[in-house]
């Protein structure tokens, strides 16, 4: 949208010049935008630095392998690329549930350091702790600073801050992120991605079934306690997919296309198999090792809620 001059009819209708109507609410609109996001900026460097203490440090391999669906060594975050090791930080800190203390980071944030916080940063991080990973199509063109989704499992239409990913797409195009709803417009946080309309189909269908078959069990758990619990389903369907495609799927670097990650994993996964095949030889030399301590192979239920280990997807077939 070309930008508005300040003798300009004011967009809301009003029929006076923008000088004269909206101009002063915008500019304050968008300081407080502003400083909300350096805001964010401020407490999320420390929420950072609260993830890397000693004692989760066993839960990071845990979380990394749940994440990305496999088996990986340790140096494996090192070979991601940056906006992948971004968004595995944010579900981490955001979603993850520590084994010991069945508790998120974000949670024990809260807890420990809240009332060391300004008001404004206090703010961003009860956002953080409300949000969760959902499916969002583009649902129109942007009007002013806003552009109308939907969300696309529970079917929510509303208005969101125009910015970043949400102005790369076109009408029908997906966004996979968490939406941050403050005292400022929503807006999607920094990790979300695009994806191609064609994705709709495929990707939805796969979480509402793992859903179906979570109230099975759970009955009455709404959307969203299922998808902070589950947020890493989106992100199995997408590694499938990749894995199904055996190649690079869009030559425009728009969306988010996730088979170069793919390949930098199975190399990662190729070499923590040498590293254990290493040490048993070198522990048992010539007798027969023992089967490697993995813990269970993932089992994948037909909706796609991972139970402890690992699922290799072509062809569900276990990798233990």
Known sequence: MDKIGRNDPCPCGSGKKYKNCCLLKDRARRIRESTWRRDEQLVLDKLIDFAQQPEFSDQFPVAFNLFWNGNYGPDALDTLPRHEVSRFLEWYMYDYRLERQRRRIIDLFIEELEPELPPAERECVRVWQNSYLSLYRIAGPV???????????????ERILGDGVSLRGLRGDLILGRLLRSSTMP??????????????????????????????????????????????????????????????????????????????????????????????????????????ETGEPLRQTKGGILLPGYVHYKGSKEVK
């Open 143 to 157: 009007e002013g600073e806003t552009i109308p989704v939907v969300d696309v499992l529970q079917e929510v239409s």
């Open 187 to 292: 807006h999607f946080s920094w990790a979300a991605i695009l994806l191609p309309a064609t994705m709709e189909e495929g990707l939805s269908t796969f979480v509402k079934e793992g859903y179906k078959q979570y109230q099975e069990i759970h009955p009455q758990t709404p959307w969203p306690e299922f998808l902070s619990h589950h947020g890493y389903m989106f992100n199995h369907y997408l590694l499938r997919s990749a894995a199904v495609t055996g190649k690079a799927q869009y030559a425009s670097k728009v969306y988010y296309d996730p088979y170069e990650t793919l390949e930098r994993l199975r190399e990662a996964e190729q070499r923590q198999q040498e590293r254990v095949t290493m040490r048993a030889e070198k522990q048992w030399g010539d007798t027969v090792p023992p089967e490697e």
